[in-house]
């Protein structure tokens, strides 16, 4: 059990007021800030494209978005499932950050496992969601009765997917991809009776399975190609469902080898041809038109150059990235991390210049291969963080770079792995009692250059 003597009490109170106005017709994105303003010329349309020339216009709208605040000096907020799970207690809302700040980031993320049944479902929807708690209004009970439990999961997802969009925040969706050469067809599958994307069980997820030539294997002709696009086909369905526009990020961390796409798996042509694949499947043969397409290697890079070996083209990619965490949370003040972290930015920087294209730090994070006693946490640990001010020093990185936003990964509980601070409870004169960096990440929170959902609601509506 964790020790209550291992919590403290907050001091700072959440004071962040930025106000982000987005005029597409006047050709500006304007950041109000508590004393002055910052404005950003938004790109003509003859100034970029996008790898869907057929895309939703609500599309090149939040690409013009991305790339203004990419420009500014201030960084939107990211993490995966923030509403999904949480380290603090559910009664208090569905958000450590909304716990903490009373606010929701500013770009919120899941995977593609969060609608194959793995990391979330219908029957979570419907038990968590359709009630009002703080910060939340009840989303409508999902019908299942008489649908595919498959398609249920799907549309439950997106049904989520699009609340995080109203709550203000721009969505992202990665894909942790199953090993295909081991999908199974369900025992229950009927062809022509069962809906064609339940045909294969995608819940048994295979991370790190990376046996066989499953690059080759997946393109047509392949002895997995039939698995593989019935997932690219859930993934239709899903994008459909939502509607509005939103990144996807296939293919992540392509440039370690931990994933069956990764660099000693498949060569740079076999990757190139690989990600065309499923941006024409899903783009020419799906119809699907509301997407930007993100790229994001790990940060084994050393150059422009490298980096640049498996990009898959300019006709290709939307948006460049990079994913990259800090390995030691107890070991020195961050510094050493930070250089190399700003160097992997410079990277970004000169790439995004060359092939004019937007930029993000994908993903990055606390980390620790050295799990806290009781619980099996191997990032933030829950004390003896050295360098407490981490997200400060991240959202300075990323303020002098063109990167839109940095994404944090999940707070999946306070005895797994969590990214950001979390409270146990509120104390009778409303302060928080939590987490050791609970302070500093108000801190990080009231920086003037950190953009959460609450400040870009009425801008995002604008183009969702």
């Known amino acids: 059990m964790i020790k ?102 500013a770009l919120l993320a899941f995977d593609v496992l969060s609608f194959t049944g793995v990391e979330f479902n219908a029957t979570r929807y419907n038990q968590f969601y359709t009630e009002d708690i703080p910060g939340w209004k009840a989303l409508p009970h999902l019908e299942t009765e008489g649908v595919d439990p498959r398609l249920s999961d799907i549309y439950a997802a997106a049904a989520f997917a699009k609340r995080h969009i109203e709550l203000g925040g721009v969505f992202s969706l990665s894909a942790h991809m199953p090993n295909f050469l081991f999908s199974k ?95 024409e499947y899903l783009r020419d043969k799906k119809d699907v038109h509301n997407l930007l397409y993100a790229y994001s290697p790990g940060s084994e890079n050393a150059d422009a150059s490298e980096y640049e070996e498996r990009y898959p083209g300019d006709d290709m990619v939307d948006l460049i990235g990079v994913d990259m965490y800090d390995p030691d949370t107890e070991k020195g003040d961050g510094s ?68 839109s936003y940095f994404l944090l990964w999940a707070n999946f509980s306070k005895y797994g792995t969590y990214y950001t601070p979390y409270i146990d409870h509120r104390n009778e004169d409303g302060s928080l009692f939590g987490h050791e960096m609970c302070d500093d990440f108000i801190e990080y929170y009231n920086d003037e250059r950190s953009i959460f959902a609450s400040h870009q609601k009425d801008a995002v509506s604008l183009f969702s």
């Open 4 to 105: 209550s003597d291992a919590y403290l009490n907050s001091t700072i109170v959440p004071a962040n007021i930025n106000k982000v106005e987005f005029d597409e017709n006047a050709g500006f994105l304007k950041i109000h800030h508590a004393g002055h303003t910052e404005t950003i010329d938004l790109l003509a349309n003859d100034e970029f494209s996008t790898v869907d020339k057929d895309c939703d216009k609500s599309v090149k709208s939040l690409y013009k978005y991305m790339d203004a605040m990419g420009r500014s000096k201030c960084v939107m907020f990211g993490q995966e499932n923030n509403l999904q799970c949480k380290a603090g207690d559910r009664k208090y809302s569905h958000s450590d950050t909304y716990d903490l700040v009373g606010d929701y980031p």
């Open 336 to 403: 050493f991390f930070l250089k190399k972290f700003r160097h992997q930015l410079s990277i970004l920087d000169e790439v995004s210049a060359k092939h004019n294209k937007l930029m993000a730090v994908t993903e990055t994070g606390l980390a620790s291969n050295n799990p806290d006693e009781d619980c099996h946490a191997t990032a933030i640990h829950l004390t003896g963080n050295i360098n407490k001010k981490w997200h400060s020093d991240i959202l300075d990185c990323v303020s002098d770079s063109n990167a």
């Open 185 to 279: 067809v369900r025992e229950d599958y009927t062809e022509g009776t069962t809906p064609a994307i339940a045909k294969y069980n995608y819940k048994e997820y295979t991370p790190n399975r990376c046996e066989g030539k499953v690059v080759k294997e997946v393109m047509p002709g392949g002895k997995a190609n039939d698995a593989f696009t019935r997932y690219l086909d859930i993934i239709a369905i899903f994008a459909k469902a939502v509607e509005k526009p939103f990144f996807f990020r296939p293919l992540h961390e392509n440039t370690g080898s931990w994933f069956w796409w990764g660099k000693d798996h498949c060569s740079p042509s076999q990757f190139k041809d690989l990600w065309r694949y499923i941006v």
